[in-house]
Structure formats: C-alpha cells, structure tokens
C-alpha cells in the first residue's frame, strides 16, 4: 500500500480542509521529536519559526510541521497546532517542568481561489489537523495544504490549472526510508521527470490543451516577473540518523526535485521552501549525500502525484480533465 510520508516509522500527517473555500493546511506530526533543517529558495517565502533550525541555534528537534494555504495568513495554524502538542505534554524541555512545542511552518497563497479570501485556514484548523494525524497512507489530492493550490500561472489566472498535494517514500533493501510531501502551488507546469511530458500548467489561450511554458518562455511571451500566486512547500523525511547540519543539506538538496518536476521554480515570486526532518531509529550509519539524492527523488515524485491526483474546481482544470497533451 502507498503510505508516502508516513512510511518513516513515527510520522504522522493529519490534514484540515475547509468546506467554505477551497485551502486548508497540513501537519507533519513528530510529536517526540525529530532533527530538522529547512532551506527556503523561492523570494517570495512565508514561513515561522525556520530561523530556529539553523545549525548554530540551541533546539536540536522540532515537534511537527505546518505546510498551510492562506498566505501570510494561514501562519496561524501553526499556533493550533502548538496548542495540540502542549495538551498532550510535547514539547522543548524549558525546565521546571515546562515543555514548549517547536512547530515552524511555511505557507503558500491560494486566496484568489474558489470564493471569499477572507476564508483561510486558521489556528482551529491547525488544531484539528494535528488531531487527525495518523500514520495511516497520506491522503493525495485537494486536501490541507493543497486543496487551493495552482500551477501554470506564467501566462495568468485565466490560463491556470489545479494543483495539489502529493507525496512519496523510497525504501532502500538495507532499512534506510526516504520520504517526501509537497504541495504543488508552482508557477510554472508540472513536468514528469521521466518522460519530459507536462502534466499540468499553462494551457492555451482556448483553455483545452497544455501550452508548455518552457516554449513560451523561450519565445518570450511569458515572464515570470509579471506573476504572482505561488510557492511551492514541501517536507522530506527519514529514519537516518542525522545533525542539524545534515538535514539542512537533505533540504537543499531535495529542492533539486522541485527543478526535475516544475519549470519554472524559485523564482522571486515563488515562496519555494524545503524541510528536512531525521528521526534516527534506522540503527545504521548512512551517508548524508545518498539521503539528499533520494529526498530529491522522492520530492519529484511526490510533484508528479500532486499533479495526478488534483481534480478541477470552477475555472482551474486539472491534469485528468484535459484530453490532448502537447
């Protein structure tokens, strides 16, 4: 059965969507613990609490995981999430019994979707998230974080398509789990690493087909300059072992999954952000370059399930509903 990112071994992602508005955010639960990194490409980001997982800082593991729509806005669902963690008892231990839940978050802009941008995912939502996480298989498609993400958008809103949320695992014969969620609000199309076909995207003008933005830019009659409503945020996991140091560079590396998978990526109105979390119960040693190329493997893939598993709301077709490729 497909798991995805909950095939690392205590993992758990729960989901919350709004009924009202097609966003939502999604948690990645660790409630023990695990090593994290992050490394934010894109220049347009969102994001809380990422300062904190420099190497040089003081906390070594962080609690969960918020990729949420909603821009800047949607940041508070991290707070619900803290809130879970605190009732429960996890948390940084601050001493004299307290414990103070490490939550850092990232969010993407999906307010121009599906009705009223003044519905967006709130610290409720995050709440409710957190206590749905399971470590059962990862729901794909329109769920939290990806419910109003878009792609496409080089040549405008009216030429866009659905995007969404995707996830992956790579399982190696000696143990070692690799795995990746993503939810995919690029700019530019999806693209199937192994085939070079655009799955979804730009379309064009008539709306019925996939235009391939790598021709249009070539052609000059996009630019990514003039867009907006992006960012692209995403998680790997694995069981390795690894330092602060080490799952910063797994970040950085996975990023390079976003380059196989989308054209165009990390532009300066694309949020684009990447983090890493280890949670180290795999007993063996393993080289921190092997587990950033396949956290760069498994993000592509994890693009490419977003991508397949949308379905089309009013005015964004997604990659099942168009009948001719190009």
Not at 44 to 70: K, M, S
Not at 93 to 105: K, L
Not at 161 to 181: R, Y
């Amino acid at each position: 059965m497909h798991k995805g990112l909950t095939a690392v071994d205590g993992v758990k992602v729960g989901h919350c969507t709004r009924a009202e508005r097609p966003t939502g955010c999604t948690v990645v639960l660790v409630e023990a613990g695990a090593v994290a990194g992050v490394d934010v490409r894109g220049g347009a980001p969102g994001t809380r609490e990422t300062d904190l997982l420099d190497p040089i800082d003081l906390v070594q593991q962080v609690n969960a995981i918020v990729l949420a729509g909603g821009s800047a806005f949607g940041l508070d669902t991290a707070s619900g999430v803290v809130r879970w963690l605190d009732e429960h008892g996890y948390g940084y231990d601050a001493g004299s019994g307290i414990r103070v839940p490490i939550v850092p978050a990232a969010v993407l802009i999906d307010l121009h979707v599906g009705g009223n941008p003044k519905i967006r995912p709130t610290a409720d939502c995050g709440y409710r998230a957190a206590q749905a996480a399971s470590g059962g298989p990862v729901e794909e498609g329109n769920v939290g974080a990806g419910a109003g993400a878009t792609v496409g958008k080089l040549a405008g809103l009216d030429r866009a398509m659905k995007g969404g949320l995707g996830s992956a695992a790579i399982a190696l014969p000696n143990g070692l789990v690799v795995a990746a969620l993503v939810a995919v609000n690029a700019l530019g199309d999806v693209i199937d690493p192994a085939t070079g076909r655009v799955l979804a995207g730009v379309r064009t003008p008539d709306g019925t087909a996939l235009a391939d933005a790598r021709v249009l830019l070539r052609r000059g009659e996009v630019s990514p300059a003039h867009a907006g409503w992006n960012t692209t945020i995403g998680v790997v996991a694995t069981n390795a072992r690894l330092t602060k140091d080490q799952a910063t560079k797994v970040a950085q590396m996975a990023h390079d999954g976003y380059a196989r998978a989308i054209s165009v990526a990390h532009t300066m109105v694309d949020g684009d952000t990447v983090f890493a979390l280890a949670t180290g119960t795999l007993a063996a040693d393993v080289n921190t370059s092997l587990v950033g190329a396949l956290g760069a493997e498994a993000m592509a893939n994890a693009i490419v399930r977003a991508a397949r598993a949308a379905t089309g709301v009013p005015g964004y077709p997604a990659a099942r509903d168009l009948s001719r490729a190009p």
